[in-house]
């Protein structure tokens, strides 16, 4: 009888042990879901909000940088045909912005005005340099105009634009144009990743479509540029980079949070396994007691 009895209450711890055992793995589960959740929160308004310095700052330099040498660019815009005159400007802009890639200034209808440029200015750009033409003739009383934000292909290198209104001598308001490689963008992703997380810029008006992650543009991606269904559902934090078309997810790594988790849950075998092999020591201890004081 005390051997039956001694068998149930191990039993019963045992059972006890492996029913708190799981109920604890499933709250650590939990608590894990949570805390990455919240962490993607933190990295993607980090990482956001330094894009969008970068992008305040560049706009802030190229602005001050056509107040420095309005002389070069008030000749410029007389003679567009000195190159010696572009030269000076394309050195400076070199020295003073190392992500820089090239320029031009258009006329008053947003038509580049400068010789050997058209191969550099693709469609996106032009179109680009169209739309805030416009806008500049809407508001011409306003000093402070930026364009929207979004990467350009190009057959050489995939850049972005910043553009800002140059007062013209004749009273147009032509429209500088400057194009700037995603080195510093791409940096900015690489520095805010951690593991099993993929930090994206993605377009806002198409979320499916890659701009930049932490390797550069598009371009040079080892992956296909569109996101799959899945990975769409998976993105579910993300922040608009103002004065953009450019919104930065993240995309976690399902592997990674399926490994931490099946190592919980590896341990919860384990040591219901000990605990198994402990209850039939018990029994075997209890019934070989027994048999020795019959």
């Not at 003073?96 to 050997?116: H, Y």
């Not at 510093?184 to 951690?194: G, R």
């Not at 993929?198 to 992956?223: N, T, W």
């Not at 930065?248 to 396994?273: A, C, S, T």
Request: charged content about 25%.
């Amino acid at each position: 009888m005390r051997q039956i009895q001694a068998f149930f209450i191990a039993s019963v711890l045992v059972l006890l042990t492996g029913v708190i055992l799981i109920v604890y793995t499933m709250e650590r589960e939990q608590e894990f879901k949570s805390y990455t959740t919240n962490i993607q929160k933190v990295i993607v308004e980090s990482a956001a909000d330094a894009i969008d310095v970068q992008l305040q700052n560049k706009r802030q330099h190229v602005e001050l940088f056509l107040d420095e040498y309005s002389m070069l660019f008030s000749r410029l815009e007389r003679y567009p045909e000195d190159e010696v005159n572009v030269n000076k400007i394309t050195h400076r802009l070199q020295q003073r912005f190392k992500d820089f890639f090239t320029f031009t200034i258009t006329d008053a209808e947003g038509v580049p005005v400068l010789m050997d440029i058209e191969e550099l200015v693709g469609e996106a750009c032009q179109k680009d340099l169209q739309n805030y033409s416009g806008k500049v003739k809407r508001h011409q009383n306003d000093n402070v105009m930026h364009n929207e934000v979004f990467l350009h292909p190009q057959p050489f290198h995939y850049h972005y634009d910043i553009m800002a209104p140059l007062p013209s001598q004749k009273g147009n308001k032509r429209i500088f144009f400057a194009s700037f490689y995603l080195d510093e963008i791409a940096n900015i992703l690489k520095t805010h990743e951690i593991p099993g997380q993929q930090l994206l810029l993605v377009r806002q008006s198409d979320p499916s479509l890659i701009e930049v992650s932490r390797r550069g543009a598009r371009d040079k991606l080892e992956r296909d540029p569109r996101l799959t269904i899945d990975e769409q559902a998976r993105s579910l934090v993300f922040e608009n980079i103002p004065e953009s078309d450019w919104r930065l997810i993240n995309l976690p790594d399902p592997k990674f949070e399926e490994k931490y988790v099946g190592g919980l849950w590896r341990e919860v075998v384990i040591m219901l396994i000990i605990l198994a092999v402990g209850l039939f020591i018990i029994i075997r201890l209890t019934f070989k007691y027994a048999e020795r004081n019959r």
